[in-house]
Antibody
Framework: EVQLVESGGGLVQPGGSLRLSCAAS????????MNWVRQAPGKGLEWISY????????DYADSVKGRFTISRDNAKNSLYLQMNSLGDDDTAVYYC??????????WGQGALVTVSS | QSALTQPRSVSGSPGQPVTISCTGT?????????VSWYQQYPGKAPKLMIY???KRPSGVPDRFSGSKSGNTASLTISGLQAEDEADYYC??????????FGGGTKLTVL
């Protein structure tokens, strides 16, 4: 059974940083591209970042480019999202999602990030 | 990276069909046959219902179907059931390893 478990969410002050982790199990992590998607309270889904399975292909939504960094450690079956210069608009539930055939097949339960002073 | 356009809400009676539209541009929906649809219940993670415009993952009921014409994709639920009441999001590949979601549609089963 595929499992994705996010961790690292919490309360952070504006301008602060936070690092999210996503622990993967139940599939060969190194074979799959991964994504981060977020959802602000009461709002819709927003794709924010992609990382390829083994090739160093990475991209970001304009809303986070230059502030967020996606990475992965295939040896640890883990995906990461380093978030810097956080603002109020970054308050959201952050999901990691497994990518296959341009669809997001499996999702974690989400990690809540709250940016507030 | 503008969001795809979906109706904010749709409704239907049990057993009736309902269609949710998703309008993009020639740079996303119109350019690629990589439209997917997600179902989300309140407080839960999204679930993939349709990928590659019209393909259903194993376990998704066949009353869910997808299609595309030009820059507009559609999700049709035939034979609406009470458990189909949820939020639905479309998503399109937009090139260069980027994706764009729709704003979401709240489906109410009357």
């Amino acid at each position: 059974e595929v499992q994705l478990v996010e961790s690292g969410g919490g309360l952070v002050q504006p301008g602060g940083s936070l690092r999210l982790s996503c622990a993967a199990s139940g599939f060969t992590f190194s074979n799959y591209s991964m994504n981060w998607v977020r959802q602000a309270p009461g709002k819709g889904l927003e794709w924010i970042s992609y990382i390829g399975s083994s090739r160093p292909i990475i991209d970001y939504a304009d809303s986070v480019k230059g502030r967020f960094t996606i990475s992965r450690d295939n040896a640890k079956n883990s995906l990461y999202l380093q978030m810097n210069s956080l603002g109020d608009d970054d308050t959201a539930v952050y999901y990691c999602a497994r990518d296959y055939s341009y669809g997001l097949w499996d999702w974690g339960q989400g990690a809540l990030v709250t940016v507030s002073s | 990276q503008s969001a795809l356009t979906q109706p904010r809400s749709v409704s239907g009676s049990p057993g009736q069909p309902v269609t949710i539209s998703c309008t993009g541009t020639s740079s996303d929906v119109g350019a690629y046959n990589y439209v997917s649809w997600y179902q989300q219940y309140p407080g839960k993670a999204p679930k993939l219902m349709i990928y590659d415009v019209s393909k259903r993952p194993s376990g998704v009921p066949d009353r869910f179907s997808g299609s595309k014409s030009g820059n507009t994709a559609s999700l049709t639920i035939s034979g609406l059931q009470a458990e189909d009441e949820a939020d639905y999001y479309c998503c399109s590949y937009a090139g260069s390893f980027t994706w764009v979601f729709g704003g979401g549609t709240k489906l109410t089963v009357l």
